[in-house]
């Protein structure tokens, strides 16, 4: 059995790694230089980001493929959709790496770890999408899951006691869910091969129908938790609460890609095998959508209901894969891609708006009248909400929803299309509702914020997303 | 009725049944081809377009001055002046006195075919031409009239667009086009009548003018529609094909009535003629824009343009005669009773605006529509004098009730021979311009009643026959208080005739008499151009009868000299009987005969603004505010129950929500087993 290797193709996968071996080396070389760590860190994501971008230029059917069996299958592939993926994750882990940089580099001698972690977890979910086979697929899940588990408990040695504990219990939260839907994974994966006889996920013949249906419903629990897709979710409003900011956005963000690209290497191989339409699925977006809003629409605190968001979001993202057609999976990276951007402008905007007050405040009351007192934090803010909530002026997360709706429109599965429309209007009430307390009358005054200073590579963050999203409401072709 | 009457003249004259409207026309001249240099656009394009970037200019440009918006104003309407005065020397070199042209490009709108194009013939251009001239005069005379107004500038950028917007009409080849010359000018009509918007008065006529046409206007839209429609084009010319290519069906009727009433609507014809003598509350320039050429004659034109399809359509030509016959007769009897003469002058451009409607009602295919392009214009030029000059005498005198404006020509003599001109106009006295338009109306409606006309034109040859008697002696009427001879006169004729000289104690008569004389003829000073173009309008109401002779119009009209002897016959006998009653009363002014309940009834219109309020107005609001109260407490009542109701399910699902890890597990697993088993059981 020969293998050819092309590691050069998984750049991507490999920088992260890579940068993530450096820093230790480095903690290891020179002491109590926390910048160089975080620029090395810096410098990897940017390298496999740069490695992938050539991916999404390539043609339809292309692919950069690496470990390849004699039989032609190839345990490593990434085509369009699985670069442009690639390309959100690592970029996405800079965003809040440059996000985290106030807090790490002052931290102490903790942070090469914590910068390890991130690129560990980044790297496991850029190779998530290009698996092609199940061990590949196992493995990249848990890379991309175990680091942010320490992430989320790992927080600031200076918060007090009560709070550090609250932390540990998010991040217990997350790991006991994480460990039952590994569990629940590799159950699926066995029942996988059992069912088809090879663990490749390319080229595989089902023998047993029903045995791969349960497998592709027990794989399909065990990734449903990483996307929070209700009943899966239970981890998502502990956890988001309770973790370090910075780390709260990498979950609602890098970690959704690589759930993601998961689901979409599992509908690829169930379209090769079978084009049953999967109802698990159409059932989980329908309930995540709609728990998920209805709860949001209640809450008061920004990162909670962006907690609850990122639920509701989640049904989106599934929402076309519950079609079997060939446009679904590409429906569901662009959707992904959309609310990754505005997602992260949010909590930019948010983890900015929560350092100015005193004690970190994330209250939605703490942002009240944000229009008048910092224009240029709240109107991005605005943005990336409308984004959300899919209304123009942010005609990027409008058109992210056509997309999303169209192969269930085209399905005709019009009991999922009508959920889905019900929805798009408590969406919208659950965003405007916050971006009527942003343009509100500002609050009583008791406490004006100590206008503590925004550092300028939090400016450029919110710059550069704020761009992205305004050209994408402009030009929407990659949505297209 | 004409039996007995007309032995004597008949005598006199040719054999009347070989006098034709041609023998009294210009002989058409052998006109050298003469070179017209093809120039860019059309003037057509260029009179439409002038106006209303002068309404934009003045709007934009004038900034705080009013001199400056004058001049923009006053530009403007020079330069469509004289782009349709070109137009009128361009379509004699047209091929067929005919010449099309686009405007912005055709629009692509699937099947229905939309050329937006733009056409002028030789009524179309001589209407035009007129418009551009009532306007131009109307533009002059508003400086002066509103020099001191603080709105003056978007007065004068209203009447612009007013003006764009009627010679959009006039020039429409489209539908399109068409309904939006149309309501443009129903919007600036709002506008101009509302100028003073502080007073409550001119803001309810305005209202009422904009809603009474704006409710005709349904019908207006959906008759174009249907038409457009069934054609597949909004091209009048070929919407004219088509449905003369299909010939009479319902479809073509209903099209047909709806448009007659939407015509009847902006022309105020009854019953909708109400809006028109409260339409008085705006400026004098505004009245006399809206009454002489533009808004009211609109209809006139789109019937024109219309023509052949009216024709053919008899319920729609019958009940635009009756329509039209009922406010020529009705309107001539309310002018003679109204206590103002501004109120007069509007009931008479009811009258007459009707009497355009009936021609075109009488009409038939063999005579055509000429003779009421020719009253359209020919009642332009009488009206708009009459307008300008008795808001010129409302200056001098204070108001324009008949008690006030009573020895109006004699104490300011500069008014008389204009004020004199205007109403011969108006009574159809020859050789003033509404004479011939008159005749050419009665010679339509009676070539139509002994021919193919019909009912219809029966109709309206007894109706116009009537209204040329009481037209005279509402005329009569203002003419004998206008020309009263003032107190001083009547006081310097009695101290002449005595041998007895009267002496009085405190002051020298004569003397007096002087200094007054001298005060009224400073009082009456008016700027020089307005005053030019009051001379201009003077000049065209005897002038004008000469474009009414001129070759171009259809001329296969036959004249009836014993019907027209009768109509001037019966003239002056109203007249003379009108001259009769006046005797005795103090201000000359024979309405005071009328018997004060019907002179009341009559001023307020016979009360047909109690009837819209009781059959539109009233319901109309109600249904609003019972549709209102359904969809506030009915429908919304769902839509925020919707809202708590979500709320509440939030909280509740917050609630139920684990907080801890071990139930989120237990979920999980559950989960698991319920997905599994909704797979096994819908495989």
Partial sequence: MSLEVHLLSTLPVLAPVVAAVLVLVLDALVLGRRTVHLATAAVGLLVGAGAALPGVLLGAGDSVQAFCLASGECLYAADRLVSALQVAALLGALVVLVLAWPEWSAEGDRTPVVVALL????????????AGDLGTLLVSIELATLPTVVL??????????ERRARSVEGAVALLTTSLVSFGLLAMGAALWVAATGTALLGAPTAREPVLLLLASVFVLAGLAFKVSAVPFHAWTPITYVTAPLPITAYLATVSKVAALGALVVLVRALGAVDDTTLLAVALLAALSMTVGNIVALVQTDAVRLLAWSTVAQAGWVLLPLASLSSRAVHAAGSYLLVYIAGTLLAFVVVVAVARATRGGDTSLEAQRGLVRSRPLLALPLGLALLTLAGLPPAVVGLVAKVVALRPVVGDGTWWLAVVAAVNVAIGIAVYVRWLAVLLGPTGSGAEVAPQRHTPVAVWGLVATLSALLVVGSIVPVGVL | MSAELTTAPSALLPDPDELSWADVQLPS???????????????????VLLSVLAALAGITLSGRSNRLAAWIGVGGALATWAATVWQLYAVTAAPGGRRASGTIGALPLGELDVPLGLVATWPLALIAATVATVATVVQVYARWYLWYDPRYRTFAATVSLFTAAMLLTVHADDVLLLIVGWEVMGWCSYLLIGHHSTKRAARRAAAKALLVTRTADIGFVLGLVMLAGGAGTTSLTRIVEHWVAVGQGPGLVVAMVLLVLGVAGKSATFPFQDWLPDAMEGPTPASALIHAATMVAAGTVVLTHLFPLLAITGPARLLLAVLASVTVLGAALLA?????????????????????????????????????AQHLIAHAWFKALLFLTVGWLGVLVGG???TLVASGARRYRVLRRRLAWGLLGLAGVPPFVGFFSKELILGTAEAGAVSSGGVASVIVLSSVGAAAPLTAAYCMRAWLVLDRPTEAEVHAAT????????????????????????????????????????????????LGSVVAALPVWRNDIHLNVQLLVVTLLLMVVAAAA?????????????????????SIAAERGLGFDYAYRLVVATPVVALAEALTWFDREVLDAWVRAGGVGTRLLGRTAQWLTPRRATPAMALVLGAVLVLAAVGVVTR
């Fill in chain 1, 152 to 161: 989320v408990a790992l927080t600031d040695p200076r918060w007090a006691g």
């Fill in chain 2, 578 to 598: 009108v001259a009769l009653a006046a005797r005795g009363v103090r201000t000359r002014d024979a309405g005071a005969r009328v018997p004060a309940a019907l």
């Fill in chain 2, 336 to 372: 003679f009773a109204q206590g103002d003469i501004k109120r007069l002058l509007a009931w008479s451009t009811v009258s007459q605006v009707a009497l355009m409607l009936a021609a075109l009602a009488a009409a038939t295919p063999e005579s055509g529509p000429d003779a009421a």
């Fill in chain 2, 495 to 542: 101290y002449h005739q005595g041998e007895i000289e009267r002496i009085d104690d405190f002051f020298d008569e004569p003397a007096v008499l002087h200094e007054a004389e001298g005060l009224e003829r400073a009082e009456s000073a008016i700027s020089s151009s307005a005053r030019l173009g009051t001379t201009v309008l003077t000049l065209m109401t005897l």
């Fill in chain 2, 29 to 47: 001249l052998p006109l050298p081809t003469l070179p017209v240099p093809d120039l860019w656009g059309t003037p057509a394009q260029w009179a």
């Fill in chain 2, 400 to 402: 324009t009730a008949m």
């Fill in chain 1, 119 to 130: 690129l560990g977890a980044t790297a496991g979910a850029a190779s998530v999408p290009a």
